[in-house]
């Protein structure tokens, strides 16, 4: 699938801060670009669906916003993403690496289809680095030199749910993939971030309200939490001085059972 920009309003040299937003057509992707957006960032937002682009888009209210259909798993898209936004803003300072899949849910371990590990291992962890791998090369090349990528975990890179393997695996995987940016991004004036979230109130969660497997066997429902609390969350992060980072953030619902899970 070809990566293609769609020009969603002309450019505001005022604004400095510009930002990638992966998965920007729906759920936590959506509301960190709107959060963003009041912020006075420039966004280029990715995605695979178009139409879900453009609504993010219309919503942010923004001049400055340029959508390009995306999947993150597609080198060439990658690339071409990057290269629109280069194109359009001349740098980068923010990567939101936000684009990700549960897969199928519910499947225990030995019925899972290899198929559906290569998809949720594709688009979490392969496309993560893709993008992550981009926004490092532009970062370390721009002058001013730098930036800041912000990697969506998970609690799950914590603490697995049941029948949650591919994506247990990605997000743990995720995890050492931000410690390796981290630590690969001290020369150049790159910060590297991980937020892992639990429960926000998405599309991709509205199976938890209404009752999901728990680790003692039982189906509980489980509290959730506005998204736009995770969206302040990661503009804070995004906002914070290059030489200082929030390393790990865990943004959750309060009465969600996480600590104490089991």
Known sequence: MDARPVRCGAMNEAQTKI???????????????LELARGGWSLALAGRRTEALEETAALTKSDDVLCVRTDVAVQEDVAA???????????????????????PGGVPLDELPYEAWRHVVDTNLNGAFLCAQAAFR????????????I??????????????????ATKHAMTGLTKS???????????????DIGNAATDMTEQMQRGILQ?????????????????RTV????????????????????????????
Not at 81 to 103: P, S, Y
Not at 138 to 149: D, E, L, W
Not at 237 to 258: D, G, I, K, R, S
Request: aromatic fraction near 6%; hydrophobic fraction near 45%.
């Open 215 to 231: 680790a003692n066997g039982q189906l509980a429902a489980e509290p959730a939490m506005e998204v736009a609390d995770v969206a």
């Open 181 to 195: 940016l981290s630590l690969d991004g001290r020369p150049y004036r790159i910060a590297t971030s991980q937020i």
């Open 235 to 262: 503009r804070h992060m995004a906002e914070l001085p290059l030489e200082a980072n929030v390393q790990f953030a865990t943004v959750m619902a309060t009465n969600m059972p996480f600590i104490g899970r089991g």
């Open 151 to 168: 990697n969506n975990g998970s609690i799950s890179a914590q603490v697995p749910r049941p029948h949650s393997v591919a994506y247990t």
């Open 138 to 149: 532009q970062m370390k090349g721009q002058s001013p030199q730098g930036g800041r990528i």
């Open 19 to 33: 930002a990638i937003v992966t998965g920007a057509g729906s759920g936590i992707g959506r509301a960190v670009a």
């Open 81 to 103: 993403l990057f290269a629109a936004a280069r194109d359009r803003f001349g740098r980068l300072d923010l990567l939101f690496n936000n684009a990700g899949t549960f897969g």
